[in-house]
């Protein structure tokens, strides 16, 4: 009789319990409106930094921001209305010269195709850009005739 009861109380409690907690979850809103990332990358980007590394061994980053920056400022517009890109040398760092280019996701974009001519280049964003982020971060892999990669890129821009 005992035990009976203090099931029934454990079962009472244990229902009251659920009924509070899913009762109590609070909505997620937005803080203000949701930031465009066509915006957000819609600017001159001047290359501040590139990390390389093999892919198989990603614990050896290496710096090699003077091999490939030179003396010139190497710099890429965006063009957020046109789709269009451009960089102020012939081909700086392996994604053409000017073409145009998309994200993989408007609102949620985690990739962005560069293109070329018949060439395209899929680069991973590192990190999304919104209009107050004050870096682009991208990383493109490289790969050999095998379609096995070889060497991977990461490119850290800065607004002009």
Do not use: H
């Amino acid at each position: 009789m005992q035990l009976m009861k203090l099931n029934k109380l454990c079962l009472i409690v244990a229902a009251m319990f659920l009924v509070v907690n899913t009762g109590c979850k609070k909505k997620t809103r937005e803080i203000g409106p949701v930031s465009s990332k066509l915006e957000g990358i819609n600017d001159v980007w001047v290359l501040q930094q590139v990390k390389q590394f093999d892919p198989l061994n990603k614990d050896m980053v290496l710096d090699v921001s003077e091999a490939i920056m030179g003396t010139t400022p190497i710099e890429m517009t965006v063009d957020s209305k046109n789709l269009t890109y451009t960089f102020n040398q012939n081909d700086p760092i392996y994604m053409g010269t000017a073409g145009n280019w998309k994200f993989d996701d408007e609102n949620y974009p985690t990739a962005i195709e560069f293109t070329e001519g018949s060439k395209i280049n899929n680069v991973k964003l590192i990190r999304t850009i919104r209009t107050v982020d004050q870096t682009l971060e991208l990383q493109l892999t490289r790969f050999c005739g095998a379609g096995k990669p070889i060497t991977v890129y990461q490119f850290i821009f800065g607004r002009k």
